[in-house]
């Protein structure tokens, strides 16, 4: 989690902004409507520290068991409790960048918010219903909080249906699922604590550096809306399929240069997962070493790598990879 292109490989854990919060102050149940809204609003102004589980599938599986701590203003700190390589690791986000402490190697890593690129509220919370049916229920309780037990049904029957329990009060997301259309169940979000603060709470302190740490800064990329002002910017020619599968759409386009070498991200999604398609010239594979997960889905066409980053089951994996060799291969 090292640099921005990690973090945007872990957005599919994060997809409904857990970590955002509201106070409905009505008691009786609010519509589908209000809860989708208010769940990808991230407004701010409320104060909690928790402990919860994060996991991810895709192309290679992970989980990760941090100490979270947010703040009224939206900067999150974090600390990773588990796996054990990975514990003490600090990660402090102010919504514009990211900087990650490492203290057993003595690393610090900065690099772009995934939050400063996160699609508008309303065009989000649309495409979400454009893509799938949601039931509101009365959830189970999830560390000590009542919940309410959102349902999303795809309405392509390849992606997998997802469950989210939610605090009745804040709207936090305590607990998230998916079922695959073979009935395999996975957990990707647990919550083992929470408690809530009218003052921000700051246990996790920012390490102490000096000369012996190593500082990395990963350029912040420039962020354009379409892929011909991506294409000419980093000097490639990736294509878009003219309609991309299972109701996704491409929203942002990421211009980087690592080491002077040009690295094309698009950002996809259906409103509630998202999908990463990194692109580098063939020449340039150098860079991308640790930046994307070891088995990422990839293939290579007219001189260009493209790797595919996701949170999705195998099949509407590789319907979304395909969809892109097609668009790729061959000349125009």
């Not at 490989?9 to 102050?25: H, K, N, W």
């Not at 294509?239 to 599968?245: A, E, Y």
């Not at 088995?295 to 195998?314: E, I, K, Q, W």
């Amino acid at each position: 989690m090292a640099n921005s292109f990690c973090t945007l490989a872990r957005t599919a854990v994060f997809v409904l902004g857990v970590g955002s919060a509201v106070c409905i102050q009505a008691q009786s149940t609010p519509s589908v409507d209000t809860v989708l809204r208010k769940l990808v609003e991230r407004p701010r102004g409320i104060s909690y520290t928790s402990v919860q589980q994060f996991q991810s599938l895709g192309s290679r599986s992970f989980s990760r068991k941090i100490r979270l701590e947010m703040d009224r203003s939206g900067t999150s700190r974090s600390i990773v409790l588990e796996p054990l390589t990975q514990q003490g690791t600090i990660s402090i986000d102010d919504t514009k960048l990211v900087h990650d402490y490492l203290p057993d190697t003595k690393q610090v890593f900065e690099y772009a918010s995934q939050r400063r690129y996160e699609m508008q509220a309303s065009k989000r919370a649309a495409l979400m219903k454009q893509n799938y049916t949601f039931e509101l229920l009365k959830g189970s309780l999830v560390a000590g909080r009542q919940t309410y037990f959102l349902a999303a049904s795809p309405k392509n029957a390849e992606l997998p249906a997802r469950n989210f329990w939610l605090d009745r009060k804040t709207m936090i997301v305590l607990r998230a699922n998916q079922e695959a259309p073979d009935g395999s169940l996975f957990t990707t979000l647990d919550t083992f604590s929470i408690q809530y603060s009218t003052t921000d709470v700051r246990t996790i302190r920012v390490p102490t550096t000096n000369s012996s740490w190593r500082e990395t800064k990963v350029p912040v990329p420039v962020d354009v809306k379409s892929i011909g002002e991506a294409n000419k910017l980093q000097g490639m020619d990736v294509r878009m399929p003219k309609k991309l599968p299972l109701g996704f759409v491409p929203y942002i386009f990421l211009c980087q240069r690592v080491e002077d070498k040009p690295i094309l991200t698009s950002v996809l999604t259906d409103g509630i997962s998202l999908v990463i398609l990194h692109t580098v010239r063939r020449a340039d594979m150098s860079v991308m070493s640790g930046r994307v997960p070891d088995g990422t889905p990839s293939f290579t066409a007219r001189s260009m790598v493209f790797f595919l980053v996701n949170d999705l089951p195998a099949a509407p994996r590789q319907v979304l990879l395909r969809s892109f060799i097609d668009a790729n291969s061959g000349s125009r």
